[in-house]
């Protein structure tokens, strides 16, 4: 049965803190309410490598055209599993991405991230994103 690819056209909303924890409802089309289906975060400037990776986290189908789910600490998306995320980001604030681009999967292992343009025509230069919003540093 062919099943068409999960497209990402909006989430709100659209900023939270860099620890994570920010629950956003994803909009977009057809989402399939399987055991596989999962979201995916991949890191957009400010670090994360040649090779950026990816975090994935638990996602609950609210409908064909909306997810929810949780975003990630942005050091997450940076580090190997197990390291100390709290470490990191204080050792290197700047290796911390700026946003994240939203990918989703019906089946675990193909993703999609943007909605097609109208040419048909879909990436990271269309990609829904989530920003991280830095604490603000105040000076005495």
Do not use: C, H
Not at 17 to 27: K, M
């Amino acid at each position: 049965t062919y099943a068409r690819a999960a497209a990402v056209s909006g989430v709100s909303p659209k900023a939270g803190p860099l620890q994570g924890g920010t629950e956003v409802l994803l909009f977009g089309s057809n989402f399939v309410d399987t055991p596989s289906l999962v979201v995916a975060f991949r890191a957009l400037g400010g670090g994360g490598g040649s090779q950026p990776m990816l975090s994935t986290a638990p996602t609950k189908f609210v409908s064909s055209s909306q997810l929810r789910v949780v975003v990630p600490a942005a050091a997450a998306l940076v580090l190997p599993p197990g390291s100390s995320s709290a470490v990191a980001a204080v050792a290197s604030p700047r290796l911390l991405p700026e946003a994240v681009e939203i990918l989703v999967s019906n089946n675990g292992q193909d993703f999609s991230a943007a909605a097609a343009t109208t040419d048909g025509a879909a990436g990271s230069e269309d990609a829904v994103a989530f920003f991280y919003e830095k604490e603000a540093v105040v000076f005495a």
